[in-house]
């Protein structure tokens, strides 16, 4: 076993999915409802119950809460899957070709909806935002807060550019506040905003979290790589992190591409699990209802992704900051890897880059923690995106190095079949489950797959069709994979809070560990207190427009440093 670098620690987390809110293992809780313990059923249903905005009790709203949530049925967007516009084209008497306006059923009637009645824009002064930024502006808020410690406080102990922000999307924002109501104006007889041009951009949610979550005049950036971005973002900020250029990074990634026009976009490439293909899967008649919350159904018998909102956010810092703060330690992030596939006929079709990206994390965590701990001791949530293509690839990378790394038993889970395919955020929802599967010696399964399909490779794995129960402290690594369109491979390998813990208590005096753990005691009473808060409505989003702006004559440059005002720390140039 070789020593391991410098740790990148998750310190906090937070988000909005089709489970629920990300901080205190919530949505977590949510996706594994069935396996809870009465105290633990309430309190997600108090959750969701204040989220979607329902009167009365959580336990007498039990039924319309788990209705409302995880993959279903269209119920959370504000347009009618029904009675979609579409201009027919026909002649006229004169032979001329003409549009009527008519309207069309989607083929699409799943997806992956954040919890029915869940509106962002009601949380703050949205200002005509477009929903991926709304959501980004409550994901933030919900990571910073859960650190369970003041900004303020982190800020104050770190110079201002050792702050990082990394955060985007894959479609960029193409509702009708963003590039698709500009796209559209005119065809609609409508004037183009303003706003829409620039809030469109796809690196626009670290903007807004730069500009009115944190004031963050440090790194700041996105980087785009299909359904892999957010491990792309996540590999940036570990780089910054372990080269010392940056003490905290915030990382994360919105997405909320459930228009029509996206859906019916991937649909056209017969990518999305249609209504008519789930009857098929149950071999239902057409006028029989399909099974939507099964639409999902990764390494089975299935017939294309499940399409989803998701944003989460991620507060990464260097290890002396959160000993010195007393900060949770949620995990630790060991590598990324991102690879390409070469040459390729269909530009969405899977190649061998991720056959690189995930033989790299593997070896490289073997190295880190051992061989039993990658043999005995590890996990993958993979990329499982329910389409017949990736059940045989995916599974034939994984059987490969089963081999390879004579692993006998290698647990194999997929949180798509659950919370579906957010694109850009499918990793982040990954990374969420993962560290709540330690928070709770749980790992959630793949339980709407009943059976894996004939042509799934399984030497040396074991896909977990149920909620499967293990002890996190015998289960250090979890590796989270992303193949995205494009050839855009990544993986990860993320450590344990036990195994974190134990790697740095091992490094430092016992006396300055004890002097953290004395520190932490308050922190997660604090972060407690914010989960009960959040459960009682009492807590809005950060939401700073127009605090606190800086201009030219609150900075004092000299040589050597640039003094920022309200920053007790300097810029060293």
């Known amino acids: 076993m070789s020593s391991q670098p410098a740790l990148a620690l998750i310190t906090g987390f937070g988000g909005i999915n089709a489970a629920g809110r990300s901080s205190g293992h919530l949505a977590f809780q949510r996706v594994v409802y069935e396996a809870l313990s009465e105290q633990q059923k309430l309190e997600t249903l108090s959750s969701l119950n204040q989220i979607m905005g329902l009167d009365g009790e959580p336990l007498a709203n039990e039924e319309a809460i788990l209705n409302g949530t995880l993959v279903r049925n269209w119920d959370n967007v504000d347009w009618d899957a029904d009675k979609i516009p579409f201009h027919q084209p026909f002649n006229d008497e004169n032979g001329e070709q003409c549009w009527r306006l008519s309207h069309k059923r989607l083929s699409v009637q799943s997806a992956g909806q954040t919890p029915k009645g869940f509106d962002p824009a009601a949380l703050y002064p949205s200002r005509h935002h477009p929903r991926g930024l709304q959501m980004t502006i409550y994901a933030a808020s919900d990571a910073i807060a859960s650190l369970g410690v003041d900004w303020e406080t982190l800020k ?106 996206i859906v019916e976009g991937y649909a056209a490439m017969t990518a ?89 994390a593997v070896a490289e ?72 599967g330690w928070a709770h010696n749980m790992i959630p399964g793949i339980t709407t797959t009943d059976r894996i399909a004939e042509d799934v490779h399984q030497f040396g794995l074991n896909f977990l069709l149920q909620h499967t129960s293990v002890d996190s402290k015998e289960l250090p690594l979890a590796f989270i994979n992303s193949k995205g369109f494009g050839g855009n491979n990544a993986s990860a390998f993320i450590i344990s ?43 809005k989003p950060i939401y700073q427009f127009g605090e606190q702006v800086l201009e030219p004559e609150d900075l004092t440059i000299s040589a050597e440093e640039i003094r920022i005002k309200g920053w007790n720390n300097s810029v060293i140039l």
């Open 156 to 261: 104050q102990a770190v110079r201002p550019d050792q702050i990082g922000v990394y955060a985007g999307s894959a479609m960029g924002q193409l509702d009708q506040a963003g590039h698709g109501g500009m796209i559209q104006a005119n065809l609609k007889g409508k004037r183009t905003s303003s706003k829409q041009c620039a809030l469109g951009l796809s690196e626009m949610p670290a903007d807004f979290v730069n500009a009115y979550v944190l004031g963050n005049v440090g790194a700041t950036g996105s980087s785009v790589g299909a359904c892999a971005t957010f491990l792309y973002n996540l590999k940036a900020a570990l780089d910054d992190l372990c080269s010392g250029r940056r003490r905290i990074v915030v990382v994360g990634n919105a997405e909320a591409p459930l228009t029509p026009e």
């Open 272 to 360: 999305l699990i249609s209504e008519q293909k789930l009857r098929d899967l149950d071999g239902k008649s057409k006028d029989e209802a399909p099974d939507y919350r099964r639409s999902s159904r990764p390494f089975g018998h299935n017939g294309g992704f499940t399409i989803a909102e998701s944003a989460q956010f991620f507060v990464l810092t260097d290890q002396d900051l959160a000993l010195k703060l007393g900060l949770n330690i949620y995990g630790s992030v060991g590598d990324v890897y991102v690879n390409a596939d070469g040459f390729k006929k269909s530009i969405s079709n899977p190649g061998v880059g991720n056959y690189l990206t995930m033989g790299k």
């Open 497 to 539: 809070p036990d195994k974190t813990r134990e790697l740095i208590s091992s490094t430092i005096e016992q006396q300055s560990w004890h002097q953290y753990l004395d520190k932490n005691e308050q922190t997660r009473i604090n972060v407690e207190q914010y989960n009960q808060d959040m459960n009682a409505g009492k807590i």
């Open 365 to 436: 965590a073997q190295r880190w923690l051992g061989r039993d701990a990658v043999r005995h001791g590890s996990y993958i949530q993979s990329h499982g995106s329910s389409t017949p293509q990736n059940r045989v690839t995916e599974s034939h990378i994984y059987a490969e190095l089963a081999r390879a790394f004579d692993i006998n038993d290698w647990k194999i889970t997929a949180v798509k079949a659950h919370l579906g395919h957010p694109l850009a955020a499918a990793s982040a929802d990954q990374l969420t489950m993962t560290l709540g």
